[in-house]
């Protein structure tokens, strides 16, 4: 069975002993919105093409690769390959769309809130 994972590798800086700060890759794995990601493939959130892909696009700065997994699952794995944003977490309603740009609108000022929206519309 052919499925999807989403892969971050991100450098993350590590000092040394002697000072000296190197970048270390760290490789880790999407399981979910709001969940932690995991350490190995096998704890990933089994995702089919469509889904991995805007999964990957949410997530710019954790540098997402998309890989492809043909292993085999079992019968009661199969339901387990996410086809939707909503089962992974992934979705919004308008009800907390609303309500996080009222919260936005508590700190914020409405001109950087609309600076805000129209970036994400751009």
């Not at 999407?30 to 696009?57: C, M, R």
């Not at 939707?84 to 809130?113: C, D, M, P, Q």
């Amino acid at each position: 069975m052919i499925y999807y994972i989403v892969r971050f590798d991100v450098k993350k800086p590590k000092t040394l002993p002697d000072g000296r700060v190197v970048s270390l890759p760290e490789r880790s794995f999407y399981a979910g919105k709001n969940k932690k990601e995991v350490a190995g493939p096998h704890q990933a959130a089994y995702l089919n093409k469509e889904i991995a892909d805007a999964v990957a696009t949410f997530y710019p700065e954790k540098a997402p690769k998309v890989i492809e997994e043909n292993n085999y699952l079992a019968d009661h794995e199969l339901d387990s390959i996410h086809t939707t944003l909503a089962s992974v977490g992934e979705s919004i309603t308008a009800s907390e769309l609303e309500s996080t740009v009222r919260a936005a609108l508590r700190s914020l000022t409405k001109k950087e809130v609309d600076a805000a929206v129209k970036r994400a519309f751009a």
